[in-house]
């Protein structure tokens, strides 16, 4: 998801997009420390991807 997607959405919807990209970065952190998964960049990207999210949410729910 690129950064001009995350600014076009509301509040409610980067709660749930926050919500579910969390959910996915436990899920691929647990199957990462049972067996490496193919491509472990991903775990970054993904951690990344939060702090966008966050950051976005942040920024929206301040004004």
Known sequence: MKTADI??????DLQNKLTEVR??????KLS???SPIENPIQIKDMRRMIARLETELSLKQQS
Not at 7 to 12: D, I, Q, V
Not at 23 to 28: L, Q, R
């Open 32 to 34: 990462h420390s049972i």
């Open 23 to 28: 959910a996915d970065f436990s899920k691929m």
């Open 7 to 12: 600014k076009n959405l509301s509040a409610g």
